[in-house]
């Protein structure tokens, strides 16, 4: 954890951060029948998407580096790490793997789902449309205890035994540091969906959303200014083409459009297939 690792002046060595990388995934997409249902009748459906693109990153404002000093027992008091701005990174990456399985039921033209998913973190989702002969909309909102990830990277100083015999010279050590971290960021994700049936087959539009938190903290050479960028909203579009097979699998395939309070126009490929039982 990071409390653990990033201690400030230890007795023999800190470590101070230079710079971040914070990713951030797209959010899953979602989806209502993807064909006509009849009055009255429901079905277990199990999913698997990939997302597949390119990692790009951003460069955020309002974060820097800053110099202190500290004691070492043995070599005294140092300078450690310096003042200037920090190498600040959100990293948007495409790339996810997600399965999901749900209840799907239809009375009227009302049609309702309940489901339990993986990505990155457990989901918990239900959903509410209407479902046409030729056509479809709902919407979905879930709970997801989404694990986000962050990698630390900077200069380890450390006063270090200059021999195994003299005791008392010792010397200043830098070294670089990395670190990988994975933080629980409790979220809920939002959105919406729109097909049309050809027989089949099926065309589906459909946008969903999540509240993004970018949990880093003022810790040892890490100084975060008021008005320093925290993106909050990630959000994804997916237009997807499918077909139906055997009455009992599902295939769809096509592009993604990630963005959000962030800069750049990100885009991806994805594809699933669904079991209906």
Not at 132 to 141: A, I, P
Not at 173 to 181: A, G, I, W
């Amino acid at each position: 954890m990071l409390v653990s690792l990033f201690t400030g002046c230890a007795v023999k060595s800190t470590n101070r951060i230079e710079a971040f990388d914070a990713k951030v995934l797209a959010a899953p997409d979602v989806h209502g029948a993807n064909r006509y249902m009849q009055d009255g009748e429901s079905e277990w459906r199990a999913n698997v998407n990939v997302q597949v693109g390119k990692d790009e990153s951003y460069a955020l404002d309002g974060y820097s580096t800053v110099e202190e000093g500290c004691y070492f027992a043995g070599c005294g008091s140092k300078k450690v790490g310096k003042d200037g701005p920090m190498e600040a990174n959100l990293r948007i990456s495409p790339f996810d793997i997600d399965g999901s399985i749900e209840r799907l039921a239809k009375s009227g033209h009302l049609l309702t789902n309940f489901g339990l998913g993986y990505s990155r973190g457990l989901i918990l989702r239900m959903g509410v449309g209407g479902n046409y002969e030729h056509f479809e909309f709902g919407g979905n909102l879930g709970a997801w205890i989404l694990a986000s990830e962050i990698t630390y990277s900077g200069t380890k100083y450390s006063c270090e035994k200059k021999g195994l015999i003299d005791d008392e010279e010792y010397f200043m050590r830098t070294s670089y540091f990395e670190s990988d971290e994975t933080l629980i960021n409790p979220t809920v994700d939002f959105g919406a969906y729109t097909s049309a049936f050809f027989g089949p087959a099926f065309l589906t539009y459909s946008f969903n959303a999540y509240v993004y938190r970018l949990m880093v903290e003022e810790m040892d050479g890490l100084k975060k200014e008021k008005n320093a960028e925290k993106p909050s909203l990630v959000a994804t579009q997916y237009l997807t083409l499918g077909v139906h097979l055997f009455n009992r699998m599902e295939l769809h395939g096509g592009v993604a459009h990630i963005f959000g309070d962030f800069d750049g126009y990100h885009i991806a490929g994805t594809a699933g297939i669904s079991f209906y039982m």
